[in-house]
């Protein structure tokens, strides 16, 4: 028997740490191999790490809401043996040696000098102020933790202060937030120590100058809600902005504070596509794939990109340059239940329209499941949503940064058209394509546009792109 | 003032009373001519005769029963049981007429009496000689119930005790009845019913408790501050009604709390406390309040001071609570 320390493995590219969403165990739990231990996020994803092996789980490093970085250890493992071992009793031994024998080494070679004994978190300051003072500032800001542990003098201190004792990183025995964390988070200003207030400005016309005046940044002040009237605080839930939530957040005001949306809406007679798709639909299922509409739409975007570039660049705001992408990663925005996900097909450049079906059939089945793999993630190029059966009428879809462009597409609809003069049933589809006016100028991206909708209406052309 | 052990405070606030207030009697097993297996009531017998100095027969029901027959015709009787531990034979006397008959006669028969007892351990005693009963009686809605800890305390508490309206339990701690000595004032004074002492002052812990076991608590104190924790000691002497005031006063300056009592923990009166303490002073806790005690277990002979909270149970507890 043995204990083993478990390090949070490295899950992903460019992946430094992960917060901990959710333990799956706690010590005293048994597990099995593979069994899932513990859901860790990164800025890519939600992964579930499984246990490398059997065995009891000692400990558990982290709090949930806890930030860990790759390479530290996560849970402390007992592996081998279940019960504790007992050395062959002499024979007769009185009872008093049965105490002593638990605290001598083991009998083996090479003696069994343990990392870690039950036992150990209880002394102050070990691991639980470990994490949190070595990732610093970073996670200082982040730290959540859903149930902090702290005495009640503490409560009413926090209370007192104004103070969110989740938020505060605890310093304490046993992972205790003690009255100085409490202190020390509102001298840092991380606590408003007053209850804020919602600042009503009034609107103000001013005639539109000649010159821009110098921007002055707004002071960062946070805004909080009133707190509710005592009739209703019952019915309200406040529900703590973590996890999958969080990332979907910063990475929407990140993009609707930095790019200049402009969203560009025109209609695509698919009538064609679809007697395309209904054609091969059988052969494709010869090949164990579902022949959707979406692998077209991918190869369609791709096609376009090709002849307009510029629609697949980045923008590097660290050196202020526009980085044009000579791959072609084509992210689908999916929904899951924990939020706003966007697997990648990775090289559409270079996969056929089965390739590709295929892919997004595997991606579509793993992301259901929450089972979509940290590869899988991040790192397009250019994104597609696809708006379903309630996408409305057209949507203005937000870029996912640091993407200039993004592809919405909506329902299918039967709708009379004119064509050579007659009214007649058409199929008949409308994009929403948003881009970032910084970067892409209006008749560019019309352009673009009209060049998806050109291989859409004529998606035979599609074969001419073939690589 | 003259220097005085428990015993001998005790006999001369009985011989002031019985003086004082001729309606008081004392009755019990070898109170009379012996003057008492501990000596308390030495002299009473001579000086007041057998009319008021009453040997009765091995009889706790009896004692009691009377006792109360003779409260209920005016008199003031002062029954003495030989040791808590035999006090059972006379619960039901206790519980079901005494600390009810002022309420079920609306006040006609207060029945106003003190029943004396020596209580505790540390003598040697074994189990029906050690035991702590206090919360039993505690618990019994109409009786009110001390335990001092020094002379000049029991002196006067007997004296209030005797002249309350309510049939009091007077426990008397015979670990303590000739160790603890000190000055007590001459003629008649009384201590009030229901007024906690802090013994010690200090601002780091509290320690509540009462009769022998407030100076295992000093002890303990007194070593702890050596270690840096300056603790509070409060001496309840009267144990219902309970001064909770002095012991929020105190929690709500510590933030810590250790009760000490010889009696078994579970259903102790520290759970009581404990539990007051946290009604009343949760947002002031900086850590569990914590239980020194007996064990659930009967009294044993052999480990007896393993068994009672002495300093050395009582130090580590007052460090862990301190440095929690």
Not at chain 1, 156 to 179: I, Y
Not at chain 2, 192 to 200: D, F, H
Not at chain 2, 312 to 324: G, N, S, V, W
């Amino acid at each position: 028997m043995s204990t083993y320390e478990f390090k949070l493995p490295d899950i992903g590219e460019g992946v430094s740490e992960g917060e901990i969403v959710k333990w799956l165990v706690a010590p005293g739990d048994t597990v099995t191999e593979d069994q899932p231990i513990v859901e860790v996020m990164t800025d890519k994803a939600t992964v579930t790490i499984t246990a490398p092996k059997a065995g009891k789980v000692l400990e558990t490093r982290a709090p949930e809401g806890g930030v860990v970085p790759v390479h530290s250890v996560l849970v402390v493992f007992e592996i081998g043996g279940g019960a504790s071992p007992k050395a062959p009793a002499p024979a007769a031994a009185a009872a008093p040696a049965a105490p002593a024998a638990k605290n001598e080494p083991a009998a083996t070679a090479v003696g069994d000098i343990r990392e870690t004994l039950p036992g150990m978190s209880l002394m102050p300051t070990a691991v639980a102020s470990a994490p949190a003072q070595s990732n610093g500032q970073a996670s200082k800001q982040s730290y959540f933790n859903e149930k902090p542990l702290a005495t009640p003098a503490t409560r009413a201190l926090a209370r007192q202060l104004g103070v969110d004792l989740r938020a505060v990183p605890p310093t304490g025995s046993n992972g205790r937030v003690t009255k100085d964390d409490v202190r020390s988070l509102v001298t840092d200003g991380g606590a408003a120590p007053k209850p804020p207030v919602i600042e009503h400005v009034a609107p103000v016309e001013v005639a539109a100058p000649l010159a821009l005046p110098p921007v002055t940044p707004r002071p960062a002040q946070k805004l909080g809600l009133p707190p509710p009237p005592a009739a209703v605080a019952a019915l309200e839930e406040r529900i703590p902005l973590r996890g999958m939530r969080k990332r979907i957040f910063e990475g929407m005001t990140r993009s609707k504070h930095t790019a200049a949306h402009f969203t560009f809406v025109e209609e695509c007679d698919v009538s064609a596509l679809k007697a395309l798709r209904a054609r091969l639909r059988p052969a494709a299922e010869k090949a164990g794939v579902k022949l959707t509409f979406l692998p077209f739409f991918v190869k369609a975007v791709v096609a376009a990109l090709k002849r307009h570039p510029t629609l697949n660049a980045a923008f590097d705001e660290a050196t202020q340059e526009i980085v044009v992408r000579r791959y072609y990663d084509i992210g689908i925005a999916s929904a899951t239940e924990a939020g706003l996900i966007v697997p990648v097909v990775r090289g559409a450049d270079r996969k056929s329209i089965l390739d590709v079906a295929r892919d997004i059939q595997r991606l579509g089945e793993e992301t259901k499941v929450g089972k979509v793999r940290p590869e899988d993630l991040g790192g397009s190029t250019f994104t597609i949503t696809s708006l379903g059966q309630q996408g409305g009428l057209f949507a203005t879809p937000i870029l996912n940064f640091p993407e200039v462009a993004i592809l919405g597409i909506h329902q299918m609809k039967q709708k009379p058209v004119v064509r050579d003069g007659q009214i007649v049933i058409g199929d008949v589809m409308l994009l929403s394509l948003s881009f970032d006016h910084r970067i892409i100028d209006g008749h560019i991206g019309a352009a673009f546009a009209y060049e998806i909708i050109g291989y859409l209406q004529d998606p035979d052309r599609l074969f001419l792109e073939m690589a | 003032m003259s220097q005085m052990n428990m015993v001998q405070a005790i006999n001369d606030a009985l011989r002031l009373e019985m003086r004082r207030d001729s309606r008081v009697v004392v009755l019990g097993e070898d109170v009379g001519k012996v003057g008492g297996v501990f000596r308390v009531t030495q002299g009473l017998f001579d000086e007041f005769g057998d009319e008021r100095v009453i040997d009765t027969p091995l009889s706790e029901g009896g004692i009691i029963g009377a006792a109360i027959g003779m409260a209920l015709y005016g008199l003031v009787p002062v029954p003495e049981i030989q040791f808590a531990d035999f006090i059972f034979p006379a619960y039901d006397q206790i519980v079901s007429e005494l600390a009810k008959y002022r309420y079920r006669s609306g006040g006609e028969y207060p029945a106003k009496l003190v029943i004396r007892t020596p209580v505790g351990g540390g003598i040697r005693g074994g189990h029906y000689h050690s035991q702590s009963p206090e919360a039993q009686f505690i618990h019994v809605a109409g009786l009110k119930v001390v335990c001092p800890s020094n002379p000049a305390d029991a002196k006067g508490l007997l004296l209030a005790a005797i002249r309350d309206p309510d049939p009091v339990m007077f426990f008397e701690p015979k670990r303590i009845y000739r160790a603890a000595k000190g000055d007590v004032p001459e003629g008649d004074y009384t201590v009030p019913l229901g007024v906690a002492k802090v013994v010690r002052p200090g601002k780091d812990v509290t320690i509540v408790t009462w009769g022998a076991m407030l100076y295992e608590s000093l002890e303990a104190a007194n070593q702890a501050a050596g270690q840096g924790v300056d603790v509070e000691v409060i001496d309840l002497r009267t144990l219902w009604p309970l001064d909770i005031d002095t012991v929020i006063a105190s929690v709500k300056k510590t933030g810590r709390v250790v009760v000490v009592h010889e009696a078994p923990k579970s259903c102790g009166f520290g759970a009581e406390i404990v539990s007051l303490v946290n009604e009343k002073a949760f947002l002031h806790l900086e850590a569990p309040p914590v239980r020194v005690t007996g064990f659930d277990t009967p009294f044993p002979y052999t480990l007896e001071n393993e068994y009672l909270p002495l300093a050395h149970r009582i130090l580590p507890a007052l460090l862990e609570t301190a440095r929690y």
